[in-house]
């Protein structure tokens, strides 16, 4: 899976980022979104609201290049610490920035973040698919009578504050 969207994304980048950019720097605060899983022992999809945590999303975008930054602060309400995490910029234009994070954690599974980002807007979505059935050593655990998903989506909105 990873083999794929690494060539996928290596053959996309080129031809996306095509024209010149500038340096972009802003920070978007999330929202409440919407949760989809699937859950193997019942075979079915359920559908849920999923409230956001409390943190804020500082986009740093080189005018160059097929890297970014995302720094995720915490804000004061919430005891979380701050963290950053590498990006892919996999489409730049004047009007959206698509940005995407992979997380491959063997205790929650693999995690693609998509990060699409509407700069005159100031708006954007994060959307975060989780993948249990794609990482070996989760299938090996067993979860007799478990209800958590083995495929999981969120949605979230975002909106700009600086």
Not at 52 to 58: K, L, V
Not at 111 to 118: D, G, K, M, N, Q
Request: aromatic letters at 8%; one cysteine or more; a neutral charge.
């Amino acid at each position: 899976m990873r083999k794929a969207l690494a060539l996928v994304i290596g053959l996309a980048i080129p031809a996306l980022s095509a024209f010149s950019a500038e340096p972009w720097k802003a920070v978007f605060a999330i929202n409440d979104g919407m949760r989809m899983a699937y859950n193997a022992a019942t075979k079915a999809l359920a559908f849920n609201p999923d409230r956001a945590s409390q943190y804020r999303y500082e986009f740093s975008v080189p005018e160059e290049g097929n890297s970014a930054t995302i720094r995720v602060h915490a804000v004061p309400a919430n005891s979380g610490t701050s963290e950053s995490h590498d990006a892919i910029v996999l489409s730049r234009g004047p009007d959206a920035l698509v940005l995407c994070v992979t997380n491959a954690d063997p205790k929650l599974g693999d995690r693609f973040e998509i990060y699409t980002l509407y700069q005159n807007l100031g708006i954007g979505f994060l959307q975060t698919t989780s993948v249990s059935p794609a990482n070996a050593t989760l299938l090996l655990i067993p979860k007799p009578g478990t209800k958590d998903p083995v495929a999981s989506v969120t949605t979230f909105p975002l909106t700009r504050i600086e």
